[in-house]
């Protein structure tokens, strides 16, 4: 909900250069109106159209208890994949059973944590995993629901960072069939696991729906083979997220139906052809639902102009709120927030303020001209942004504003000096 007025940024109705005064800067600034529309249209082209389906939102992409809270509100489901999200939840009352746990290695004390609150499903993502849960709930003499992520053996269109879905990943379990078969039967006859189904999450930012569709044919193949082989029908498949967003011009973003819809009509297809119910389809959308609704504001310090080569303008952040172009060369948008009007006159270099030539978030943008003490806006950093921020060069980790229709609510008070050294001591030896 990006506007302007007179001269000045507004975003979801609230003056930008007034929140940066009022709270200080680096800023995530989200717009709940934005957050809301994105659930929105997840109900209504998913959840609304198709029944039995669910969304879990991918908490990673942004972990906090009010985002919880909207989460909850807006009917969605929650994907948390640490003990520290799942924790997050708890504290944000967020219903059991509505919760999934995804993970490549998952600690015994988060899956006793999982077991204990009683979350909906965990998706086994590791060869000794089932072991784990197996110990955990006999212990606690329980049984949950799991499903297995598959590495589909898929390529896809992204920064090779953030792609997961190709043999050669750290994520899933194998689909040699030594490997995958025996995880099935050891799933359909354990006595503290109820086996649901599949998972495949393929990869992240993706403008193309091809490798979501062939990981597809790969989990309908198991669904198949669980049916011949083991008269045992699979109940639910996790097609996962990935679903891609707006960062600049390079970004062609589709629409949510043109990944859901050949994705439902394949499997309602399927499972006619061989004559089971259709299982429920769950999808894991993180970056789509919160990254276009964040803004980041920062102050600008130090200018530098090397003539002729290149003009850096610094700002009172970097990649330690935001370290998604140093480390995927990831490109974003931005703009002077006091001065939308004027004419983009100067090409800069938006760098941070860590010690590292690479603390770069835009390189070669045409800007107003910048002046110290201006404010600096960057779109689209809801996700990844906030739930990477680091704090290198002992940087404290900036606040977090709500701001919904001109009203403005804290959400994640900023980091203090004496919050970062609190865990620290000094040994006697020391003093
Ligand atoms: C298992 C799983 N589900 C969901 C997501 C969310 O992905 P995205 O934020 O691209 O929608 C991820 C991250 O890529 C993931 O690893
Ligand atoms: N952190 C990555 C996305 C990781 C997705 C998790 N599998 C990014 O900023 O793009």
Not at 164 to 176: A, E, V
Not at 204 to 208: E, G, P, V, W
Not at 340 to 344: A, F, L, P, R, T
């Given at each position: 909900m990006i506007g302007k007025k007179n001269n000045t940024l507004y975003i979801d109705g609230c003056n930008a250069v007034k929140l940066a005064q009022e709270y200080g800067t680096p800023l995530y600034v989200y717009s709940e109106s934005d957050i809301v529309g994105k659930c929105r249209e997840i109900r209504e082209c998913f959840l609304n159209k198709y029944p039995n389906t669910r969304a879990a939102y991918a908490s990673k992409a942004f972990s906090s208890l009010a985002m919880y809270k909207i989460i909850e509100r807006e009917g969605l489901c929650l994907d948390v994949v640490s003990g520290g999200e799942l924790y997050t939840a708890i504290k944000a009352n967020?219903?059991?059973?509505k919760i999934e746990f995804n993970g490549n290695n998952k600690l015994f004390s988060e899956i006793e944590l999982a077991v204990d609150y009683g979350i909906g499903r965990i998706i086994v993502d590791g060869l000794n995993e089932l072991d784990l849960i197996e110990q955990v709930c006999k212990r606690k003499k329980k049984k949950i629901n799991i499903l297995y992520r598959i590495t589909p053996e898929v390529e896809s269109d992204s920064h090779d960072y953030i792609v997961?879905?190709?043999?050669?990943?750290?994520?899933?379990?194998?689909?040699?069939e030594d490997v995958i078969s025996y995880h099935i039967e050891k799933a359909i006859q354990s006595e503290y696991v109820n086996f649901l189904g599949f998972h495949f999450h393929v990869g992240?930012?993706?403008?193309?729906n091809t490798s979501h569709l062939a990981a597809l044919e790969t989990s309908l193949k198991l669904v198949e083979q669980c049916k011949k082989q083991y008269n045992y029908t699979i109940k639910e498949l996790n097609v996962g997220g990935g679903f891609g967003i707006r960062y600049n011009d390079e970004d062609h973003k589709k629409p949510y139906p043109y990944f859901l819809e050949p994705i439902m009509a394949r499997i309602e297809e399927f499972s006619q052809q061989i004559g089971i119910e259709r299982p429920a389809v769950v999808i894991e959308p993180g970056r789509s639902i919160v990254g276009e609704a964040g803004t980041t504001l920062h102050t600008i310090g130090s200018i530098k102009n090397i003539k002729g080569i290149r003009k850096y303008v610094s700002i009172d952040g970097g990649m330690t709120d935001n370290i998604r172009p140093a480390l995927y060369q990831a490109k974003y948008e931005g703009i002077m927030a006091n001065k939308?009007?004027?004419?983009?006159t100067e090409k800069v270099t938006i760098c941070g303020k860590?010690?590292?030539?690479?603390?770069?978030?835009?390189?070669d943008i045409n800007i107003a001209h910048p002046e110290p003490g201006d404010i600096f806006a960057i779109f689209?950093?809801?996700?990844y942004g906030y739930s990477m921020a680091s704090n290198y060069n002992k940087n404290n980790i900036p606040a977090v504003v709500l701001v919904n229709k001109g009203k403005d609510y804290l959400i994640v008070k900023r980091q203090t000096y004496d919050d970062m050294i609190r865990n620290e001591l000094i040994p006697d030896s020391l003093k």
């Open positions: 967020f219903p059991a059973e997961t879905g190709k043999k050669d990943s750290k994520f899933g379990i194998p689909l040699d992240s930012q993706l403008h193309d939308m009007g004027d004419s983009k860590c010690c590292e030539s690479g603390d770069i978030l835009i390189k689209s950093t809801g996700a």
